[in-house]
């Protein structure tokens, strides 16, 4: 896992999955609404850390 910094001083989570995982990933968004697979993945880790989408907006 790598941690890079963008022009917005946000910082970025990376990691590796295997095309089976990555394929499983992107049906769930297809199937539960609008979020992109990268959009999804990052709701379904927040949530999972305990972490609110609206926490992470107030310490940006």
Same mark, same amino acid.
């Given at each position: 896992? /790598?941690?890079?910094?963008?022009?917005?001083?946000?910082?970025?989570?990376?990691? $590796?999955?295997?095309?089976?995982?990555? $394929? =499983?990933? $992107?049906?769930?968004?297809?199937?539960?609404?609008? !979020? /992109?697979?990268? =959009?999804?993945? $990052?709701?379904? !880790?927040?949530?999972? !850390?305990?972490? /609110?989408?609206?926490?992470?907006?107030?310490?940006?």
């Amino acid at each position: 896992m /790598s941690t890079t910094t963008n022009s917005t001083n946000e910082k970025q989570i990376v990691f $590796r999955v295997s095309e089976a995982i990555h $394929r =499983q990933v $992107r049906i769930k968004a297809a199937e539960e609404g609008t !979020l /992109s697979p990268n =959009q999804f993945a $990052r709701e379904k !880790l927040l949530k999972a !850390l305990g972490i /609110s989408n609206l926490d992470d907006e107030k310490t940006s």
